[in-house]
C-alpha cells in the first residue's frame, strides 16, 4: 500500500488557492521538464478563468517522495459554500491560505468553521507575502483570533503555520526568511496531516462528496473510500442516510478512475482511504452512499443548504425575439435547466402551473444564478429573466428571512456613507477594526437588502472598497426597503436610436445605448436620477424647414453611455422589469411593453 495524505485548501476568493496549488504541481514533478503549462490550470472552463474564481471542487494528486497527497481545491465563493462543506468529509486535514495584506474574510471564517466542527487539523498558510501592502503580523493574531472566536481545541490553536507565496512557488516557516521552494509546506503535510484510516478488510463503503457529468457515461461519483475495497464491474448498492425508507438502488462499477496530477487514470481496484470516481451509477446524487452489495449501510452527511433566492427565466418574447439565439423554445430552456440540475446539486429549477413559458429557479446567490446565466447564453440560449427574489421560511409560526454577514473593506473617508447606506436597508452594524489607512466594517443585513446595491457601493467609495457576504442564518422579516431610488427611461417607439434623439434624451438621465442600436417600444434605454420612469423618444430625428440645413447646426455632443454587465443588469432591474439575454446582447424592458397598458395596471396597483 502506498502512503496517502487528503487534504483540502481552503480560502476567501482571490486569496490565491488555485495559484498555489498550481506550483504543488509544478514542484513535484507533474509536468515533463519542456511541457508548456497554462496559468491556474485547476480553472478549467471559460467562465472560472474571465472572473479568476473556482466555481466547482476539482481534485488533484501530487507524490512528494514516496507518499500520495491528494489536494482538493475549493470554491472561495459564499455561492459555492455547498460544494465546501462536502468536499470536507473527504479528507483529513485543510491548508487555509489567508491573505498575507487582507487577513481572514467573511469566506474564511465560514469554511474553517465547518473545517473545526469536523475535527480536521489545520495548517496556516499566510499567502502573498510578497505583497508591498503585507502585514504579517497583524494577520497572524487576527487568525489566532479567529480560531479562539471558532472555539478551535487546543491542539487546533497550535496549528503550524507558514508563509508562502504562491505565485513564487515558495514557503518558509518564518515571516523574516523568504523560501525557496515549497518543500516545508510539502513537509508540514507529511508530518501533521493523518493518514487516512485504511481498514480494507470491512464491507465496501463511500460517500459520494461531488458530481462529475460527462455525455456519454452520464454522472460520475466521486468520494473518499469509507472502509473495504472496490474492484471494476463488482455489484454494490446505493442507499441515503436522510432518506432511510427508499429501496436501496442496486448498480454496478462500470468504470474506476483515481486521481493523478491533473488526469483521470483508470483503475481496476482501490482501497479504503483514496479518494476515486466511478461511472455507472444513473441517478447518484451528493450524499449518496455506495456500499457492497448486501451491505448496505448509509454514512451521515451534512445536508445540502436550502437556496435562498430565485429567479423566473422565461422564454423570450421581446420584438426582436428569435434573432439572435440558437435555442429558443420552452422545451429547449427546460431540458438544459434541468440538465444544470445533474451537476450542481445546490439549484432547484420548478416549473410553473399556470404557465408552461416559465421556470422558477432557485440557488445559492446571485453570483451561482449569475453564471448559469452567462453559461446558457454562451451556448447559443435566448430567454428572459425576473429580478431575483428572496426566498422566504415560516419558522414558529413567523415570516423569516435570509440574513447575510457582510464585510466591507473600505477608505475612512468612505466609511460615513457605507454605514447611512447599509443602515437604510436594515442592516445591523457589528464591528469595526482599523486596517491601516482603511477600515474594515462588519454588519448583518438582509440578502434583499444588497440587491442592487453593490453598484452604489462602488460609486459611494470611488471603486476602492471591498464587500464580502455570506449567508448567517434566517432571521424575523426586518420590514420594507425601498428598492431602488431611480427611474428608467423608456423607449417610447420602435426603430433605431439616433444621435438627436439620443442628445435629446441624455438631460433627463444616463443612457445605455448608443447611435445605431437598435430599440422597441418599451425597452430601458436609461436611468432617471428621480424615482419615476420616463418615456423617451431615441428614434426621434431633427426636422428639416426649408431656412436651415441639416448639417448647419454645431456638431451634437453625446456624453459616453453606461455599460451594464450582466451583474450590473440583474441588480439594476425594478420589480415591473426583466432582462432579456441573447448570446450576443443583453437588453433590459419592462414586463409590460405597452406604454398605456403599462400606465393602465399601474393605476390600478395604486
Known amino acids: ?348 429549477v420548478t416549473e410553473l402551473e399556470n404557465s408552461t413559458d416559465s421556470f422558477n429557479v432557485a440557488g445559492r446567490g446571485e453570483m451561482s444564478l449569475s453564471i448559469l446565466i452567462e453559461t446558457m447564453r454562451r451556448e447559443g440560449y435566448e430567454f428572459q429573466v425576473s429580478p431575483p427574489r428572496v426566498l422566504y421560511q415560516e419558522i414558529d409560526g413567523k415570516k423569516c428571512e435570509p440574513i447575510e454577514r457582510v464585510v466591507v473593506d473600505v477608505p475612512q473617508e468612505a466609511m460615513g456613507s457605507v454605514m447611512e447606506k447599509l443602515g437604510a436597508r436594515k442592516g445591523e452594524f457589528l464591528e469595526m477594526t482599523p486596517v491601516g489607512s482603511r477600515m474594515k466594517l462588519e454588519f448583518l443585513v438582509p440578502s434583499r437588502g444588497l440587491f442592487g446595491y453593490r453598484n452604489e457601493f462602488l460609486t459611494d467609495t470611488k471603486g476602492e472598497g471591498i464587500l464580502a457576504s455570506v449567508f448567517e442564518r434566517y432571521e424575523p422579516y426586518k420590514g420594507d426597503i425601498a428598492r431602488r431610488s431611480t427611474g428608467s427611461l423608456i423607449a417610447f417607439e420602435t426603430g433605431e436610436a439616433v444621435a438627436y434623439g439620443i442628445w435629446n434624451a441624455q438631460e433627463r438621465g444616463a443612457m445605455f445605448i448608443t447611435p445605431g442600436t437598435k430599440v422597441y417600444a418599451g425597452m430601458v434605454v436609461g436611468v432617471c436620477p428621480k424615482a419615476e420612469d420616463v418615456p423617451v423618444n431615441v428614434c426621434r430625428t431633427k426636422h428639416l424647414t426649408n431656412t436651415r440645413a441639416s448639417g448647419s447646426d454645431e456638431a451634437l455632443r453625446l456624453i459616453p453611455p453606461r455599460q451594464l454587465s450582466l451583474e450590473q443588469c440583474l441588480e439594476f432591474l425594478a420589480d415591473d422589469e426583466l432582462l432579456e439575454v441573447t448570446p450576443k446582447n443583453l437588453r433590459l424592458r419592462k414586463s409590460i411593453l405597452d406604454h398605456s397598458l403599462r400606465m393602465k395596471t399601474l393605476m390600478r396597483n395604486r
Open 1 to 348: 500500500m502506498d502512503k496517502l495524505r487528503n487534504v483540502a485548501i481552503i480560502a476567501h476568493v482571490d486569496h490565491g488557492k488555485t495559484t498555489l496549488v498550481d506550483e504543488m504541481l509544478k514542484q513535484s514533478g507533474v509536468y515533463r521538464e519542456n511541457q508548456e503549462v497554462v496559468e491556474r490550470v485547476m480553472d478549467s472552463n471559460d467562465l472560472e478563468r474571465e472572473r479568476g474564481i473556482t466555481i466547482m471542487a476539482k481534485n488533484t494528486a501530487v507524490w512528494y517522495g514516496d507518499t500520495k497527497i491528494n489536494i482538493v481545491d475549493t470554491p472561495g465563493h459564499a455561492d459555492f459554500g455547498g460544494e465546501v462543506e462536502r468536499i470536507l468529509k473527504m479528507v483529513n486535514g485543510v491548508i487555509l491560505l489567508v491573505d498575507a495584506a487582507e487577513g481572514p474574510m467573511p469566506q474564511t471564517r465560514f469554511v474553517l468553521s465547518r473545517a473545526l466542527e469536523l475535527g480536521h487539523r489545520v495548517i496556516v498558510v499566510v499567502n502573498k507575502i510578497d505583497r508591498p501592502d503585507q502585514r504579517i503580523h497583524e494577520v497572524i493574531d487576527e487568525v489566532l483570533e479567529l480560531l479562539m472566536d471558532l472555539d478551535a481545541t487546543d491542539e487546533q490553536l497550535d496549528s503550524p503555520m507558514l508563509f508562502c507565496s504562491g505565485r513564487q512557488g515558495t514557503a518558509s516557516y518564518s515571516p523574516e526568511v523568504i523560501g525557496t521552494d515549497l518543500k516545508p509546506l510539502f513537509e508540514t503535510i507529511l508530518e501533521y496531516i493523518p493518514e487516512p484510516e485504511m481498514n480494507v478488510d470491512a464491507p465496501f463503503q463511500m460517500l459520494v462528496s461531488s458530481i462529475d457529468y460527462n455525455e456519454y457515461v452520464g454522472r460520475i461519483a466521486i468520494g473518499r473510500i469509507e472502509r473495504g475495497v472496490i474492484r471494476q464491474n463488482q455489484e454494490i448498492e446505493v442507499c441515503n442516510y436522510h432518506n432511510p425508507d427508499a429501496p436501496t438502488m442496486k448498480a454496478k462499477a462500470v468504470s474506476l478512475y483515481q486521481f493523478d496530477g491533473l488526469n483521470r487514470v483508470p483503475v481496476t481496484e482501490a482501497g479504503a482511504g483514496n479518494i476515486i470516481a466511478m461511472s455507472g451509477i444513473g441517478d447518484v446524487t451528493i450524499g449518496d452512499t455506495v456500499c457492497a452489495k448486501g451491505a448496505a449501510e448509509p454514512l451521515a452527511f451534512v445536508k445540502i443548504g436550502a437556496p435562498t433566492l430565485e429567479m423566473t427565466f422565461s422564454v423570450n418574447d421581446s420584438p426582436f425575439a428569435g434573432r439572435e439565439g440558437k435555442f429558443v423554445t420552452s422545451r429547449q430552456i427546460r431540458d438544459r435547466l434541468f440538465r444544470e440540475t445533474l451537476k450542481d446539486v445546490s439549484l432547484r
